[in-house]
T-cell receptor, first 117, second 110 residues
Framework: GAVVSQHPSWVICKSGTSVKIECRSLDFQATTMFWYRQFPKQSLMLMATSNEGSKATYEQGVEKDKFLINHASLTLSTLTVTSAHPEDSSFYIC?????????????FGEGSRLTVL | LAKTTQPISMDSYEGQEVNITCSHNNIATNDYITWYQQFPSQGPRFIIQGYKTKVTNEVASLFIPADRKSSTLSLPRVSLSDTAVYYCLVLVGNTGKLIFGQGTTLQVKP
């Protein structure tokens, strides 16, 4: 089946630094990708919809200047956590789909665990 | 957006059939019902998707009544490796968005 890959799978950084997480669709093209955040023992929270060639659409309460999303190609979307702080420590997951409209399967990446010291 | 409600947790034993029911009272006409499985520190994995009636694949069945206000995921003969969190989701219209609810933590015991 289709594969979505994230890199890095885990990262530790100092407070105040920026961290970039990549999400790639390995064997299909994805005009739209989604970014989620998951805190321990909680569900996934949708952060934003990444659109190839245009600006991302952020969910209410998500700071677009804090979480920069770039979808430069049909197989790559990046999430940059700027000026990271300990409260940004979380499990970040991306997804991309092969279907059109409201059908089809969404494939999720393996997730990237960010720890901010 | 359609909100989903499902039990927070369930326990079962190996070899048993497990049914997890989810309610989605305000599901829209164009929305599909999708179930995902998640293990700790991994991304969710697609299990099954349906619109109405019954859908079956190699790992599960999905039962959706005519009013589509609920759905039931059926896992036949579970094993210890089926211990995971199961999410019932509504695929929103033509946006491709999946909004996650709280999920059901299934614990399979030997």
């Amino acid at each position: 089946g289709a594969v979505v890959s994230q890199h890095p799978s885990w990262v530790i950084c100092k407070s105040g630094t920026s961290v970039k997480i990549e999400c790639r669709s390995l064997d299909f093209q994805a005009t739209t990708m989604f970014w989620y955040r998951q805190f321990p023992k909680q569900s996934l929270m949708l952060m934003a919809t990444s659109n190839e060639g245009s600006k991302a659409t952020y969910e209410q309460g998500v700071e677009k200047d804090k979480f920069l999303i770039n979808h430069a190609s049909l197989t790559l979307s990046t999430l940059t956590v700027t000026s990271a702080h300990p409260e940004d420590s979380s499990f970040y997951i991306c997804s991309a789909g092969t279907g059109s409209g409201n059908t089809g399967e969404l494939f999720f990446g393996e997730g990237s665990r960010l720890t901010v010291l | 957006l359609a909100k989903t409600t499902q039990p927070i947790s369930m326990d079962s034993y190996e070899g048993q059939e497990v049914n997890i029911t989810c309610s989605h009272n305000n599901i829209a006409t164009n929305d599909y019902i999708t179930w995902y499985q998640q293990f700790p520190s991994q991304g969710p994995r697609f299990i099954i998707q349906g619109y109405k009636t019954k859908v079956t694949n190699e790992v599960a069945s999905l039962f959706i009544p005519a009013d589509r206000k609920s759905s039931t995921l059926s896992l036949p003969r579970v094993s210890l490796s089926d211990t995971a969190v199961y999410y019932c989701l509504v695929l929103v219209g033509n946006t491709g968005k999946l909004i996650f609810g709280q999920g059901t933590t299934l614990q399979v015991k030997p």
